[in-house]
């Protein structure tokens, strides 16, 4: 599948696309081929303002619509999203490797915006007469503008849950993409046109984190923002927010999440899936299962079959063609980190399998790699590394392997094999994460039915159902009526 020949690159404001102020670009390079794909606007901080300002202009008549009367919008942006899967999926891998088999984005995106077509009504307040004399209400009213600033790793879902929900309840937003990742929010700036949205609503721009993600960070008149991203941007956000206007802030950050697979587990299935956690989307997954605790009695036989998953599954290759499921990481950045890891990788456990960028082929390409037997304090035991890199320790006792894998200081997602359902319980309760799997592992989430945040400093707040996406966007206001 090849790339469209036009590809949109500029700043989607007030219902136009322009071009940056002060005519600075960016370039985009394929990571896989190492070709450049694109020359990409980049905002200002006269755009950054030019789009609050428009999504201000544009709150008071779209936040006095009523849900049904936003939702017809939603409904065409998720159709044409649908219709031009194929396009994004490829514009995904060109800019950032992801491959386009396993592109999943574009109809997870169009789901999120029908689904909130029909939830807007849904979130209401609530009425009191507990104080003699009075009847007292709350009101859930939208914040007036929203910025939600995401990352590269999965740009379109990530921007389809936080804007959504925010628009659906009477919000107006401001997007900035990623910087490695900014051609899918373009097109989807310009089926968000096409499916006619009134002009400031719904603006996409993109730029770079300290300037227009830091100018969003700051602004006055940006009263909500949710942001999914690294933890280091997550605190610099915080501080911004508490330098400003105390904007609600919503992080969705990193992790370096545990699987524990005990005895009574079944090995294959575990195997399959905490295997297919690590290298999915190049191991740049924020709840990847990064550190895997496997009990000392079955842990030779979980090795090898770890290792014949990764050889035997695993096909690494340009993420535009059909049968790849491993494509490069997302730029030279990301794979020189990847690969000082590995370095540290090697001094501190054993390299079991990967260790290496592959020799036979350009682009920024990992190996998965697999480690062993890595002391629990070692650096890359710490650290998200964010590449298909994973440390496979051994545990005797429960209570150890709690232990351990709650001796992080980040909590998104940890998981837990075994037959015994009371353990599995005990585990559930006990390991510090926003999302345990039983007998599954990241990337499974309760999509639809649940919501998804870390504990510590994965995140703070949560997004998904029931409600959580739609309260993060309302302000709640107390209404007094005294009676006669
Ligand atoms: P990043 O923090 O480098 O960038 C994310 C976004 O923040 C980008 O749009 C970037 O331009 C912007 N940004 C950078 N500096 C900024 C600043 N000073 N002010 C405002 N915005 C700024 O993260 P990334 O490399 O794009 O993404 C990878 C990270 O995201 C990993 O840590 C991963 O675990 C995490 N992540 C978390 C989740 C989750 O749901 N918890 C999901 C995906 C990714």
């Known amino acids: 599948?090849?790339?469209?020949?036009?590809?949109?690159?500029?700043?989607?404001?007030?219902g136009e696309f322009v071009e940056s102020s002060d005519g600075k670009t960016f370039d985009i390079t394929n990571p896989a081929t190492l070709k450049h794909v694109a020359k990409v606007h980049e905002a200002s901080e006269k755009d950054t303002d030019r789009a609050v300002a428009s999504a201000k202009a544009a709150f008071p008549s779209w936040s006095a619509l009523s849900p049904a009367q936003r939702a017809p919008y939603f409904k065409k942006l998720a159709a044409l999203i649908r219709e031009n899967n194929d396009e994004l999926a490829a514009l995904e891998a060109a800019s950032m490797g992801k491959p386009i088999g396993s592109f999943f984005d574009g109809f997870a995106a169009a789901g999120k915006f029908d689904h909130y077509a029909e939830a807007g009504h849904t979130v209401q307040g609530t009425t009191s007469v507990q104080t003699p004399g009075f009847l007292n209400l709350t009101l859930r009213q939208p914040y007036g503008v929203v910025a939600a600033i995401i990352p590269w790793n999965?740009?379109?879902?990530?921007?389809?849950?936080?804007?959504?929900?925010?628009?659906?309840?009477?919000?107006?937003?401001?997007?900035?993409?990623?910087?490695?990742?900014?051609?899918?929010?373009?097109?989807?700036?310009?089926?968000?046109?096409?499916?006619?949205?009134?002009?400031?609503?719904?603006?996409?721009?993109?730029?770079?984190?300290n300037v227009s993600g830091s100018i969003l960070s700051h602004h006055m008149d940006v009263r909500a923002l949710s942001f999914t991203g690294s933890g280091r941007t997550g605190r610099l956000i915080q501080a911004a927010a508490a330098k400003s206007n105390l904007k609600a802030v919503y992080l969705e950050l990193g992790g370096k999440s545990p699987a524990v697979v005990f005895e009574d587990a079944d090995l294959e299935k575990a195997v399959q899936d905490t295997a297919y956690s690590v290298q999915s989307n190049s191991g740049q997954v924020c709840m990847m299962n990064s550190r895997i605790y496997v009990q000392d009695t079955v842990f030779d036989k979980y090795v090898e079959l770890f290792k014949g998953y990764l050889t035997s599954k695993v096909a690494v290759g340009d993420p535009l063609e059909k049968d790849i499921n491993h494509g490069p990481q997302a730029d030279e950045a990301q794979h020189k980190t990847v690969l000082r890891y590995l370095e540290m990788g090697k001094q501190s456990g054993n390299l079991v399998i990967g260790g290496a960028a592959p020799s036979d082929r350009e682009g920024y390409y990992i190996q998965p790699t697999v480690f062993t037997n890595t002391p629990e304090d070692a650096q890359i035991m710490k650290e998200e590394v964010f590449g298909p890199v994973v440390n496979i320790n051994t545990f005797k006792t429960e209570e150890e392997v709690l232990a351990k894998a709650n001796d992080t200081e980040f909590g998104l997602y940890a998981a837990?094999?075994?037959?015994?359902?009371?353990?599995?319980?005990?585990?559930?309760?006990?390991?510090?994460?926003?999302?345990?799997?039983?007998?599954?592992?990241?990337?499974?989430?309760?999509?639809?039915?649940?919501?998804?945040?870390?504990?510590?400093?994965?995140?703070?707040?949560?997004?998904?159902?029931?409600?959580?996406?739609?309260?993060?966007f309302l302000e709640t206001k107390s209404v007094v009526i005294k009676l006669d």
């Open 416 to 472: 837990v094999y075994t037959r015994d359902i009371s353990r599995a319980l005990r585990f559930a309760k006990g390991l510090e994460a926003g999302t345990i799997g039983v007998n599954c592992t990241s990337p499974t989430t309760a999509l639809n039915d649940g919501p998804f945040g870390g504990y510590k400093s994965s995140g703070t707040g949560r997004e998904g159902e029931p409600f959580y996406s739609l309260s993060n």
């Open 1 to 14: 599948m090849g790339l469209p020949e036009q590809i949109e690159t500029r700043l989607f404001i007030n």
């Open 154 to 209: 999965v740009p379109l879902l990530f921007l389809a849950g936080k804007v959504a929900p925010a628009l659906i309840v009477g919000n107006t937003v401001v997007v900035k993409s990623s910087e490695k990742a900014p051609l899918t929010s373009a097109k989807l700036a310009t089926l968000v046109q096409k499916a006619g949205f009134p002009p400031g609503v719904f603006n996409v721009i993109t730029g770079f984190g």
